[in-house]
């Protein structure tokens, strides 16, 4: 008798791991607000932006753009922000500085001096890698969720589905003003920060 209790009291604790397992792969529990893993903040003080048809693509210089963590298991941390034309637009002054504009309050960020502009006839687009100011502050945030989710294949989203993590990347210039472009992104679960903008 006690041995047929202590299997059921078993077969109830693997139930309730199961239960909670599910809960947690669907995301009805979401774990990212409390179990992730972040890197270091990293320095640089280059970007690039490349210019295509309906957005800008930008992209801090961090070298190298895989990071291993603490687990063993190496990520690739760095990440291309888009910005939409309906958006933001982009200058060059007479100095040759790349200068950034939010068209929904003309709030402008001068982004830094153009040290290269390069043609990529592969997609017909102008690629510039930009040197920030010596007296701005640029930083690149990564964090990853620790426990994965399961998401379902939408063929019309072209999404392939299957185990994930989720995942954010945030990077940030701050001018010798004190204006703030952030870059920001997030895939999955973990709670959402403070979105793209000038600030």
């Known amino acids: 008798m006690l041995r047929f209790k202590r ?25 990212d607000a409390y179990f992730i893993k972040k890197i270091d903040p990293i320095p640089f003080t280059r970007i690039y932006v490349n210019d295509y048809v309906g957005s800008l693509q930008i992209a801090p210089n961090l070298g190298d753009e895989y990071k291993t963590m603490s687990t063993g298991n190496r990520y690739y941390i760095s990440n291309i922000y888009s910005l939409y034309d309906d958006d933001y ?28 502009k390069t043609y990529l006839e592969y997609n017909g687009t102008d690629l510039y890698t930009i040197q920030l100011p010596k007296d701005y502050a640029a930083f ?13 294949v939408n ?42 903008g000038i600030y």
């Open 140 to 152: 690149h945030h990564y964090k990853r969720g620790l426990l994965p989710f399961y998401e379902k």
């Open 89 to 116: 637009s982009f200058t060059i002054d007479e100095d040759n500085h790349f200068v950034l504009k939010q068209l929904s309050n003309n709030k402008i960020f001068v982004l830094g001096k153009i040290l290269e």
């Open 155 to 196: 063929f019309t989203m072209m999404s392939s589905g299957g185990i994930k993590y989720s995942s954010e990347v945030t990077t940030i210039v701050i001018s010798s003003s004190g204006d703030e472009l952030r870059l920001y992104q997030n895939n999955g679960y973990i709670p959402k920060g403070k979105p793209t």
């Open 7 to 31: 299997m059921w009291i078993f077969l109830g604790i693997l139930m309730v791991l199961g239960v909670s397992w599910y809960l947690v792969l669907s995301r009805a529990i979401n774990p």
